[in-house]
């Protein structure tokens, strides 16, 4: 809640997709702030809107397919007004992004030290050779071995691993000061994720960004974050720091979660397991909590009542009518 010194901060946003026969509402009433130098970190199962709402701070949606309605401020910036060559400069400056597949960012026809020169210079008024330097620079700081040799290579040239450094590069090419991944280590071996996911914390500390995380992985989620957001059906449902989400869950979602991934404690790089039952079709919702068709501890209530969110206390908040029985149940049991 301390909203002041938000760098980013979404207000009750809204995202539906006009795609098929019946309208989808991917985003519903989504509310998040990200501080300066903070790292949130959105986990939730398969289509549950953590893609959506992430690429919306970058207004990337299609225009003509999608109604999009809230607010979205970065540093201040109104994101949902802006279009043309401000919408242009607002995505080459402040907010870069790094993908689950690094190809989808490198262009095949050039090499990497190319496309990383040009988008510095593309950013910064700087001749080529000082642009050549920073590359190198970019290089050595996310640790790829024989940087000068690496940067006359092609995307295909490099490991996935090496790949993805590159990609962390030309997302830092531009100086932003928000990063936004998109499960940027599902698709590396584990020893691999856990360097990158290391990678990125150190960089986000040494160069104070904030970062917003998609995630299936809870492991990198509590690796790598301050503040756990979890979505469901299109919604944040429970929403607080690390620790808080950790020791005291407060939605049954959250500890449903938590549980399929616990054997043992957080192994790294371990996945969420299925939950019993399927996420609800976003064009058909069910009355009330879209999760108690699923939820162990739904009463006729939760079925018929939409809960709104409440706050536990000043960082942890969560969108369940039953919140202090379900809480209580939760700490007796640990
Ligand atoms: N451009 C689009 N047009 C229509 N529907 C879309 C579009 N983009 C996403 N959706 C729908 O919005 C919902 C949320 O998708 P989203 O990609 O945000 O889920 P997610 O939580 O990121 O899941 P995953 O982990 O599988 O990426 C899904 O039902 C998806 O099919």
Same mark, same amino acid.
């Given at each position: 809640?301390?909203?002041?010194? !938000?760098?980013?901060?979404?207000?009750?946003?809204?995202?539906?997709?006009?795609?098929?026969?019946?309208?989808? /509402?991917?985003?519903?009433? $989504?509310?998040?702030? $990200? /501080?300066?130098?903070?790292?949130?970190?959105?986990?939730?199962? &398969?289509?549950?809107?953590?893609?959506?709402?992430?690429?919306?701070?970058? /207004?990337?949606?299609?225009?003509?397919?999608?109604?999009?309605?809230?607010? #979205?401020?970065?540093?201040?910036?109104?994101?949902?007004?802006? &279009?043309?060559?401000?919408?242009?400069?607002?995505?080459?400056?402040?907010?870069?992004?790094?993908? +689950?597949?690094?190809?989808?960012?490198?262009?095949?026809?050039?090499?990497?030290?190319?496309?990383?020169?040009?988008?510095?210079?593309?950013?910064?008024?700087?001749?080529?050779?000082?642009?050549?330097?920073?590359?190198?620079?970019?290089?050595?700081?996310?640790?790829?071995?024989?940087?000068?040799?690496?940067?006359?290579?092609?995307?295909?040239?490099?490991?996935?691993?090496?790949?993805?450094?590159?990609?962390?590069?030309?997302?830092?090419?531009?100086?932003?000061?928000?990063?936004?991944?998109?499960?940027?280590?599902?698709?590396?071996?584990?020893?691999?994720?856990?360097? %990158?996911?290391?990678?990125?914390?150190?960089?986000?500390?040494?160069? *104070?960004?904030?970062?917003?995380?998609?995630?299936?992985?809870?492991?990198?989620?509590?690796? $790598?974050?301050?503040?756990?957001?979890?979505?469901?059906?299109?919604?944040?449902?429970?929403?607080?720091?690390?620790?808080?989400?950790?020791?005291?869950?407060?939605?049954?979602?959250? +500890?449903?979660?938590?549980?399929?991934? &616990?054997?043992? *404690?957080? !192994? /790294?790089?371990?996945?969420?397991?299925?939950?019993?039952?399927?996420?609800?079709?976003?064009?058909?919702?069910?009355?009330?909590?879209?999760?108690?068709?699923?939820?162990?501890?739904?009463?006729?209530?939760?079925?018929?009542?939409?809960?709104?969110?409440?706050?536990?206390?000043?960082?942890?908040? !969560?969108?369940? %009518?039953? #919140?202090?029985?379900?809480?209580?149940?939760?700490? !007796?049991?640990?």
């Amino acid at each position: 809640m301390t909203t002041d010194l !938000a760098f980013i901060k979404i207000e009750n946003l809204n995202i539906t997709f006009n795609a098929g026969k019946k309208p989808v /509402k991917a985003v519903d009433g $989504v509310n998040l702030s $990200v /501080k300066r130098g903070e790292v949130i970190a959105l986990i939730g199962e &398969s289509g549950s809107g953590k893609s959506v709402t992430l690429r919306s701070v970058l /207004k990337l949606h299609p225009p003509r397919r999608t109604q999009m309605q809230g607010r #979205i401020l970065v540093d201040g910036q109104d994101v949902m007004t802006l &279009s043309g060559k401000a919408l242009a400069d607002f995505r080459g400056s402040k907010v870069s992004m790094i993908f +689950q597949e690094p190809l989808l960012a490198l262009d095949p026809v050039y090499t990497v030290g190319e496309q990383i020169t040009e988008a510095i210079r593309r950013h910064d008024n700087v001749t080529r050779e000082e642009a050549l330097q920073r590359a190198l620079d970019l290089f050595e700081r996310v640790r790829i071995p024989s940087p000068q040799r690496r940067l006359n290579a092609y995307p295909h040239e490099m490991s996935g691993g090496m790949r993805q450094r590159a990609m962390i590069s030309l997302a830092l090419a531009s100086r932003p000061k928000l990063l936004l991944a998109d499960e940027p280590t599902t698709a590396l071996d584990a020893t691999v994720q856990i360097q %990158i996911l290391l990678l990125l914390r150190e960089l986000q500390r040494e160069l *104070g960004l904030s970062v917003i995380f998609v995630t299936h992985d809870i492991g990198a989620a509590v690796e $790598v974050a301050d503040r756990i957001a979890v979505m469901y059906a299109g919604r944040i449902v429970e929403e607080g720091p690390v620790r808080e989400i950790i020791r005291h869950p407060a939605h049954p979602y959250t +500890q449903a979660l938590l549980r399929s991934a &616990s054997h043992g *404690g957080f !192994a /790294k790089g371990e996945r969420l397991e299925t939950i019993a039952g399927s996420p609800p079709d976003l064009a058909n919702l069910p009355e009330g909590c879209s999760f108690a068709p699923r939820c162990p501890r739904a009463t006729e209530q939760c079925r018929q009542i939409d809960p709104q969110e409440t706050w536990i206390d000043d960082t942890h908040r !969560a969108r369940c %009518i039953r #919140i202090e029985s379900v809480s209580e149940a939760t700490t !007796a049991a640990v």
